[in-house]
């Protein structure tokens, strides 16, 4: 207990002062930088090595505030609505909770699109992101700026606490909680379950009450939320969606930076970026095990398998074209970033095998 709380003390040290080194630099700028989560989550960690680099190579001409929670905002739309009225400079969202705003971000959600990891870190370093960018600021009439799309738990999957799901055959009948969002409503449909919208808080209780059978989630938000002790005994490793995570900063605050605080602004977003790619990874191998360990079925499916739930949700992609503002113009930006991603791992591949 006494090395949890000296670690915890010299974290609480190191976020509240400036390191030695840009200590006396002379603060020009403060960002207030919020995530709707916990210390124990990758946005926080994607947070803290913000501020430290940002502080650090802007020798203290910008300071960083972080507020984790919902100190500054507790919903998605009315964080984003901060963001633009310039009460909060920084925000983490979901595609999910920025829907309501910027439909067209839900791409994110479409499934089976991005194959693994490695195609999808390629994917959201490059100019997709930037695509994506250029609409927001659009559609926000340039108040809101997307820096960087980064990871918040890995890939969903679904789970759920009746069978084990091996093909979408056995998603029949079954009812999986989902967010309020269309997209997810109509992955859900095509697979022949049925959707639930349901509030983050209230699932534990709605799993084990029936009103929910499934999800489809992450494992470190499966074991995060305890979620088996509620009877979610089942998971499939579809990794049928990237669980991107959104920043969004103030358009105003961050261009009235000089140039060479922009760059450190961007280079800070970078390094975000990578810490909250690498971390779900690191967590999800104790959630996988913790799983396992406490009865949890656990399924691969099969490239054959895999394939079938893909053609199963294929519709999908044809209603986000038709229903979604914007649908048509990011998907096909996505579609030739991935392929322009495979393309560009295929020939490493060869290089390396060979």
Known sequence: MFKTLTKAAALATLLAAPIAGWADGHQEF????????????????????FKNFVEAASNGRIGVELFIGTQLCSTGAECI???????????????????GIFPYVQVLDLPYLMADDRVAEAVLTGDFTRKMRDMALETSDGAVRLMTIGNTGGWRNFANTKRRVQAPGDMDGLKIRTVVA???????????????????PELFTSFQT????????GITDIMGMKFPDAGLQYVTLDGHAYMGALWWMSNERF?????????????????LQQATFASPKRKSIAAYEA????GGDLYVPTPEEKAAFAAAAEPVQAWFRENVDGGTEILD???DAVAEAEADLNAGYEKDLN
């Open 30 to 49: 403060t960002i207030r930088a919020t995530a709707n989560s916990n210390e124990n989550d990758e946005d926080y960690d994607g947070l803290v090595v």
């Open 81 to 99: 609505e901060g963001v633009a009225e310039g009460s909060i400079d920084v925000y983490i969202s979901t595609s999910g909770g920025a829907a």
């Open 182 to 200: 269309d997209l997810p409503q109509e992955l859900v449909r095509a697979l022949g379950a049925s959707p639930t919208p349901i509030p983050w």
């Open 210 to 217: 029936g009103v929910v059978e499934g999800s489809k989630n």
């Open 255 to 271: 261009m009235a930076m000089p140039m060479d605080l922009r760059k450190v602004v961007v280079d800070g977003f970078s390094q």
């Open 291 to 294: 799983f396992v360990a406490g």
């Open 333 to 335: 930006a996505l579609i």
